[in-house]
């Protein structure tokens, strides 16, 4: 949602003391978010709202 927005990072903060893995489940939801929509990079989403 927040790259949809126009977001270019968004940030994850202390939940990486929770669960360190966070970071690739983060990746590995944004991947298959991205190929389930069409989309080949993160950058085609970037502000996609707003155009």
Do not use: R
């Not at 983060?26 to 993160?42: A, C, H, P, R």
Request: charged share 20%; net charge negative; glycine share 10%.
């Amino acid at each position: 949602e927040f790259f949809l927005a126009g977001a270019s990072a968004v940030q994850i903060g202390t939940y990486s003391f929770v669960d360190p893995s966070i970071s690739i489940s983060i990746v590995e939801g944004i991947e298959n978010y991205l190929m389930s929509k069409g989309f080949s990079d993160i950058k085609d989403i970037v502000g996609y709202i707003n155009k």
